[in-house]
C-alpha cells in the first residue's frame, strides 16, 4: 500500500477498530512499519492496544506529533487519541486553517511508515473528513448483517467530495465483509448480496465472527497477539497478505489487481 489507509464507515460496530488494530499488528507479523492513528475521541483502537488515551488531543498540540507516537505491544505504532470533549468539539468544526495545520503536521510523519491505518470514528463528521483527506485509500469493513449496505452511498459522495478538494489520490481499497458466521444462513446471503453489488470492490478475505478477537481487545492486545492460532488472527494474516498483494508490490509483478487501479475520488460501485 505504501501510503495511508483510512478504515472508515459511518455505522458504529462494523469493526473499523478492530481491523485497524489487527491490520496492524498483521503488517507488523510482516515486518512492515506501521502506524495506527486512532481518529476516534471514543479511543477504542488507543484502548485496544494496551494504552492510555491523552489527556488532550494531540492533532490540536503544539508539540509534533512524532511526540505522542507509542510502540505497543504487538508491535504497530500508535498515536493516540483523547476523549477531551473540547477537542473534540473543535475538531468537528470545520475550519480550513485548522485543517491545513493538521495536514501540514501530519505530512511530516505519515511518508515514515510503509503503512498508516486511520482509525475513524463512526460518522461522516469533519473528523472523518480530515482523516480522509490524510488518505490514499479507504477500506470500509461491513458487518454480515442486515442493512449492511445502507449508507454506502454518503460514503461513496464523501470519499468524491474530498478527492475534489485536496491534491491526494483516493480510492475505495476494499470493502472487508466483517463478522462472517459460516453457521449463519443470513450471513452468506448478506455476503452474496454485497458481492453481487459491489463486486470486484469486496475484499476476498472475509474475516470470521470469532471470540478471541472481542476477547483480545478487552485485553488490550491484538488477536495476533492475544492468540495466534485463532480463526481471527489466521483472518488478519490473509487480509494483510491480500492488502500488500494489490497495494505494495509493483505492478510489473502482477501484484495490482486491475480493479485497484482506480481513478481519482473512485466512488462505491453501488450508487
Ligand atoms: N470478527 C469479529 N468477531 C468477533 N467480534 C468482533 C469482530 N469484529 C468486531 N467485533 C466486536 O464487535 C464490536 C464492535 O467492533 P469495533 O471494531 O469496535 O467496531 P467500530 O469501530 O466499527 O465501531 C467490538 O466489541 C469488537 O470486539
Ligand atoms: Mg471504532
Redesign the pocket.
Known amino acids: 500500500m505504501s501510503g495511508v489507509l483510512a478504515i472508515a464507515?459511518q455505522?458504529?460496530?462494523?469493526?473499523?477498530?478492530?481491523?485497524?488494530?489487527n491490520l496492524a499488528a498483521a503488517f507488523s507479523l510482516a515486518g512492515i512499519s506501521c502506524l495506527v492513528v486512532d481518529a476516534?475521541p471514543q479511543c477504542?483502537?488507543t484502548t485496544?492496544l494496551g494504552v492510555q488515551p491523552l489527556p488532550r488531543h494531540p492533532w490540536l498540540m503544539r508539540e509534533p506529533l512524532e511526540e505522542f507516537i507509542q510502540r505497543t505491544e504487538d508491535g504497530p505504532l500508535l498515536l493516540p487519541s483523547s476523549p477531551c470533549r473540547a477537542d473534540a468539539d473543535l475538531l468537528s468544526t470545520p475550519s480550513p486553517p485548522r485543517l491545513e495545520r493538521i495536514q501540514r503536521r501530519f505530512n511530516r510523519v505519515l511518508g515514515q511508515y510503509d503503512a498508516v491505518l486511520i482509525?475513524c470514528p463512526?460518522s461522516l463528521g469533519q473528523i472523518t473528513r480530515i482523516a480522509l483527506s490524510l488518505a490514499d485509500h479507504v477500506l470500509v469493513?461491513l458487518?454480515c448483517e442486515y442493512f449492511a449496505m445502507e449508507g454506502l452511498a454518503l460514503m461513496s459522495e464523501l470519499i468524491r467530495q474530498v478527492a475534489a478538494q485536496s491534491d491526494r489520490e483516493l480510492s475505495v481499497a476494499g470493502i472487508l465483509l466483517?463478522?462472517?458466521d459460516p453457521d449463519w444462513q443470513l450471513a452468506h446471503e448478506v455476503a452474496e448480496e454485497v458481492r453481487r453489488h459491489l463486486g470486484p470492490q469486496v475484499l476476498r478475505t472475509v474475516?470470521?465472527?470469532?471470540?478471541?478477537?472481542?476477547a483480545?481487545?478487552?485485553h488490550g492486545r491484538s488477536v495476533l497477539g492475544y492468540d495466534i492460532r485463532s480463526r481471527?488472527a489466521f483472518?488478519y494474516v490473509l487480509l494483510a497478505l491480500e492488502l500488500i498483494k494489490r497495494f505494495m508490490l509493483p505492478q510489473h509483478s502482477g501484484g495490482v489487481d486491475e480493479e485497484s487501479s482506480r481513478p481519482r475520488g473512485a466512488g462505491l460501485k453501488s450508487d
Request: proline share 8%; aromatic share 2%.
Open positions: 464507515n455505522k458504529g460496530g462494523v469493526g473499523k477498530t478492530t481491523t485497524a488494530v476516534d477504542n483502537a485496544g482509525d463512526p469493513p458487518q466483517n463478522q462472517f474475516i470470521p465472527r470469532d471470540e478471541a478477537i472481542s483480545a481487545s478487552s481471527g483472518a
